[in-house]
């Protein structure tokens, strides 16, 4: 494959064909979404699968290239709903990171409109983080990411510490859009990690996650792809 710099817009390159998840095997596609002369496109990378010979798209995460400072920043995921809970958003992540070391690229941070708590919650195992850390003990703003004591219960849940920013979530499209289901007490529940999207103007209330944990994305980069390594 050339230089990331000298991929033809709009056009899809292998860049794996050696990983599954589920009973699903994967093509991940690299593709660069314009060429406007800008030193910072849009790169797209692709899950896709054969299902009754037509070749269909599982899901894909989107982020910036800035070629002239060598650095990639994260922008969204997104995994079409029949395809969840098979790990697919944690291969894709895992998938960006290897092309930005592999490649010399520096990841930095999320995009500051970032507004999924799951996907949030997924980077931060990646080692990305704010921080103040503090901030998570004192903002009205946190949201609890948890799980069920049931064991049998894969389910993720969200456990709101402000209601009026409970309210203001289900009104949003990521809540419509995505299997997020909201709990009222912590008793039947153990807490997995603590998010914060702001919900008000972001002048006042800048939250940016960033990879502070360089180790810590590699790592698990590594243990992602070769649990899903054909």
């Known amino acids: 494959m050339n230089t990331l710099q000298d991929l033809e817009a709009g056009k899809r390159y292998l860049y794996s064909d050696s990983f599954y998840s589920g009973n699903y095997k994967h093509k991940i596609f690299l593709k660069k979404s314009v060429d406007d002369g800008s030193n910072r496109p849009k790169f797209y990378l692709s899950a896709f699968t054969y299902i009754n010979g037509e070749l269909r798209q599982q899901g894909y995460i989107?982020?910036?290239?800035?070629y002239e400072t060598k650095t990639s920043s994260f922008i969204g995921l997104k995994v079409e709903k029949e395809y969840r809970n098979l790990n697919i958003g944690s291969l894709l992540i895992s998938s960006w990171i290897d092309l930005c070391l592999n490649t010399g690229y520096d990841f930095l941070g999320l995009n500051n409109k970032q507004r999924k708590p799951f996907l949030i919650y997924l980077?931060?195992?990646?080692?990305?983080?704010?921080?103040?850390?503090?901030?998570?003990?004192?903002?009205?703003d946190v949201i609890s990411i948890?799980?069920?004591?049931?064991?049998?219960?894969?389910?993720?849940?969200?456990?709101?510490?402000n209601p009026e920013h409970e309210n203001i979530f289900i009104g949003t499209n990521t809540f419509k859009n995505d299997n997020y289901i909201i709990v009222h007490n912590d008793k039947s529940i153990?807490?997995?990690?603590?998010?914060?999207?702001?919900?008000?103007?972001?002048?006042?209330?800048?939250?940016?996650?960033?990879?502070?944990?360089?180790?810590?994305?590699?790592?698990?980069?590594?243990?992602?792809?070769?649990?899903?390594?054909i």
């Open 146 to 161: 948890c799980k069920s004591i049931n064991k049998d219960d894969k389910n993720k849940y969200l456990l709101f510490k």
């Open 62 to 66: 989107y982020f910036y290239i800035d």
């Open 190 to 229: 153990l807490l997995l990690d603590k998010v914060i999207i702001p919900f008000q103007n972001r002048r006042k209330n800048k939250i940016d996650y960033t990879l502070l944990n360089q180790t810590q994305a590699e790592t698990k980069t590594k243990k992602v792809l070769l649990k899903h390594k």
């Open 123 to 140: 980077l931060k195992t990646y080692g990305f983080e704010i921080h103040d850390k503090s901030l998570y003990e004192t903002r009205d």
